[in-house]
């Protein structure tokens, strides 16, 4: 069941349907309710309100890593690192917008085990129909086949060289941008299949865009194409702040409060 707060706040990510208003404890009148039907696949998908301040440099570095993957040979690997609200999903999103290419998403999770491979999985099942369109090697598809619960066993090396050749082949249709979120949480196995698609793929347009914290650099230290996303310098603040209030008016002793609190992050 899901209340007003919660209804208005997730209105873009769920349908629902309404019940009759819930007497409950502690309430004088009975509480406006919905009741979850299911959850959209969009969700996933962060909505943006405000406009991005800020981060010429970064959207520059995005686009030149683009024409490297589009022009070839190779495919492209980089990584937006920051702490967590410092802007990596409202970057990424403002990049992806000025694309064109099949976009396709995986997330790696904090929780739960036999999830090694739970972002692949995600990007297989979007790509399904282009999957049953392309023709790849036997021994790839069976690979693939057993990450989605089909029976058999695969290794860690022909499951990564499997997902290889399914991104080269849809990326020979097209450009692809792969993005996976929280690699920092990734197992070793699933950053490895990334550096494996990274170093060994050629010859097709695939950009590998992924975001993570600080913290993956404390186990991989020489991980590649990283690019660092500081906090907002204090005139870059001031400016989204304004833009996040509107034309309300606030004190100068609040204006600073707030701006110090938040040290140059966009979601403090």
């Known amino acids: 069941m899901l209340g007003e707060t919660t209804l208005r706040l997730a209105r873009d990510a769920v349908e629902v349907e309404p ?21 959209s696949t969009a969700a996933a998908e962060r909505r943006f309100d405000s406009p991005l301040v800020g981060r010429e440099r970064e959207l520059g570095a995005l686009a030149e890593a683009w024409e490297r993957a589009c022009g070839g040979p ?7 690192v920051g702490a967590a609200g ?6 990424v999103a403002e990049f992806l917008a000025s694309v064109d290419a099949t976009v ?7 929780y739960g085990e036999g999830i090694t491979y739970w972002p692949v999985v995600e990007v297989l099942k979007q790509l399904e129909a282009r999957r049953s369109r392309a023709e790849l090697d036997p021994a790839a598809t069976a690979a693939l086949a057993v990450l989605l619960g089909d029976e058999g066993r695969s290794s860690t090396e022909e499951i990564a060289w499997a997902f290889r050749k399914l991104l080269e082949a849809v ?19 699933f950053l490895d299949l990334l550096e494996h698609v990274a170093f060994l793929s050629t010859g097709a347009p695939i950009l590998l865009l992924c975001m993570g914290r600080p913290e ?33 008016e606030l004190g100068a002793d609040v204006r600073e409060l707030i701006l ?9």
């Open 74 to 80: 190779g495919c492209e690997l980089v990584t937006v």
């Open 260 to 268: 110090r609190a938040a040290g140059g992050n966009p979601l403090f």
């Open 216 to 248: 993956l650099l404390d186990r991989r230290s020489g991980w590649s194409g990283v690019m660092r996303l500081q906090p907002l310098s204090a005139e870059e603040a001031e400016l989204l702040m304004k833009a996040r209030i509107g034309g309300r």
């Open 19 to 39: 019940v009759e208003p819930l007497p409950l404890k502690g309430k004088r009148e009975p509480v406006p309710a919905w009741r979850l039907v299911t959850v």
């Open 171 to 189: 990326a020979a249709e097209g450009p692809i941008v792969a993005m996976f979120d929280d690699i920092q949480w990734g197992e070793d196995v």
């Open 86 to 91: 410092v802007g990596k999903s409202r970057l």
């Open 104 to 110: 396709v998403r995986g997330r790696c999770l904090s």
